[in-house]
């Protein structure tokens, strides 16, 4: 999978923004960027894989390159909200901001099913391990080029990986808000249907 570096990350997240302050349309400024920074990048879309790598660490086994999410427009139920805009530029922000996240020490959780996310929720989901890293790619989803994030997810020790993906093999992102550019948890989840039907949590092979 062509998937961007964190430089080109940061290269192509700024020439979006100078694109969009020059006047230039949202989906003209994301394919501009992407064409000057990885022009190769920008026509590699492959298949997203069936099963996922792992290797095992100290602290649990990681599980390699996870679709997570996808650029797309999420229209609601209620008229009166206005539709939400995942495009390439969200993504590549929500990247840089769980970076930083985790240059400070702080790792994003996954859950067992949803957490009820805002204020004055106090319900808690059990956690089975943390985000490690994320990036973005072009893979292939309905049958046309989609920019996805990635990511490598830890499942720690206290739980078994295997039986994990067996029982939860959806998967759902989390969000505070969609104008806050982070993904604030990732959610593994038994049978409600995910809003994006990736392929299921099965593991490859467990490496050194």
Known sequence: MAKFTPEERKRISAKIKTLRDEGKPQDQAIAVAV???APQKSRLAEVLPKRYDTYETPYGTVILGVPTFAEHTRVYANPATAPS?????WLLDACDAADTRRAEG?????HDEHQPLGPGSQASRPRLGYSLSDTVGLALMNGRPTWVTFSDLLIEKEHDAEEVARRLPYRSIEL???SIREIAALAL???????FRFPLLRLHRVTG
């Open 35 to 37: 064409k000057s920074v």
């Open 85 to 89: 805009h995942f495009g390439l530029d």
């Open 106 to 110: 702080y790792l994003p959780p996954i």
């Open 176 to 178: 505070e808000s969609p």
């Open 189 to 195: 989840i038994e049978s409600r249907v995910p809003y």
